[in-house]
């Protein structure tokens, strides 16, 4: 081999070593990751990869209510002149809290007869223990001692009742003001009172109390779905407000009779409030998962899924430093989730939020 041959050879080498080496590099520099920022880390959320049974669902369309047995409107107990009002609709109230104050002569009369039981309950006291002297002394006789000890004891409870009255009212006596107090504590959902205006005792309410820590959805149950519909059953709930997220609930009531508008029978579903994202009024989607005899297989959420390109994809997470993304095969889906044959493994953790920025922050370094 010549000079030139050999000198060729080890430049040829010494080049694809190079090529190597930067490779390795790149190889390197693409599986390196930034740790996610701060922003996005305060709303991610993960969800575990389950083998779950197969299951089918179906969605009813219904709204979501008021509890009832939690929301107490306030009807006015007298007629008369609304002085002061102290909320505003959607303020959040204690039981026991001032709302409003009521000139009335409704409350008048009772309070004449409160003084003038006063007044002979006094008399009779001081009766009674001039009785009870004479008694003593052998001027008075027992029965004279027992009819005087009545007299008190009639007027004590004519006097008792008579303020119970006037505390039903929240009445300040002779002023002729009623005071309405919260019955309860929770929001004002509805109001119409206002400074200056008159009301009548049985009106519509002056304001309606509901506690918003727990809602109901009335799901509409047509007669197809009937046999799927059971108390107690365990039911996920989205709104348009949070298209991504589901409510757990469970099926307290399922009506018997149809709505005679609607032809539907209604099931009320209670669930819990705590973030208050449930707003009364609001339309719901109930979702009900059905079983099949497909088996088991492993589940993802559907919050999860990406697809591009015509393939889907997840972004599973191991850390705050450490994401990788994996493609998919679905072998069936529901409203809920979608149910893989690979890709992913149990217990491994998926990205439910943000995962599309994360899959383009990890893709373009690939």
Not at 131 to 146: F, H, N, P, R, T
Not at 165 to 193: D, W
Request: proline share 2%.
């Amino acid at each position: 081999m010549t000079k030139y041959s050999i000198l060729t050879l080890v430049l040829l080498n010494a080049v694809l070593i190079s090529c190597n080496k930067e490779n390795k590099t790149n190889e390197e520099v693409s599986t390196t990751q930034e740790c996610l920022s701060e922003a996005i880390k305060n709303t991610l959320d993960v969800e575990k990869v389950t083998l779950r049974p197969i299951e089918r669902s179906i969605t009813l369309n219904g709204y979501i209510d008021y509890n009832q047995d939690k929301t107490v409107p306030y009807h006015s107990l007298v007629d008369g002149l609304v002085a002061n009002t102290y909320f505003s609709l959607g303020d959040y109230v204690k039981k026991g809290q001032l709302l409003a104050e009521i000139k009335s002569t409704d409350t008048n009369e009772i309070y004449s007869e409160l003084k003038s039981s006063e007044a002979e309950l006094k008399v009779a006291k001081r009766e009674l223990e001039s009785v009870e002297s004479m008694y003593k002394d052998g001027i008075a006789s027992q029965k004279e001692l027992i009819e005087a000890q009545e007299e008190v004891k009639t007027l004590n409870s004519k006097v008792a009742a008579v303020r119970s009255s006037l505390a039903i009212f929240n009445s300040r006596g002779e002023s002729g003001v009623v005071n309405v107090v919260a019955p309860q504590s929770g929001y004002i959902v509805t109001k119409n009172v206002s400074t200056g205006m008159t009301v009548n005792a049985g009106d519509e309410p002056l304001f309606t109390v509901a506690d918003l820590s727990d809602v109901w959805i009335m799901a509409n149950v047509y007669a197809a779905n009937m046999r799927h519909v059971q108390p107690n059953q365990e039911v996920k709930v989205s709104t348009l407000a949070y298209p991504d997220e589901y409510f757990a609930g469970k099926v307290t009531k399922v009506s018997q009779v149809f709505d005679t508008e609607e032809r539907v029978l209604k099931a009320r579903i209670s669930m819990e409030n705590k973030e208050m994202k449930l707003k009364p009024g609001m339309s719901a989607d109930i979702i009900i998962q059905l079983e099949t005899n497909e088996g088991k297989s492993l589940a993802i959420p559907n919050t999860a899924i990406i697809f591009d390109n015509n393939q889907n994809y997840v972004v599973v997470y191991k850390n705050d430093c450490e994401q990788e993304v994996r493609k998919i095969t679905p072998v069936s889906k529901n409203n809920i989730y979608t149910y893989i044959a690979d890709g992913v493994k149990e217990n491994e953790m998926v990205v439910t939020t943000n995962e599309l920025l994360i899959y383009e922050q990890l893709t373009n370094k690939l």
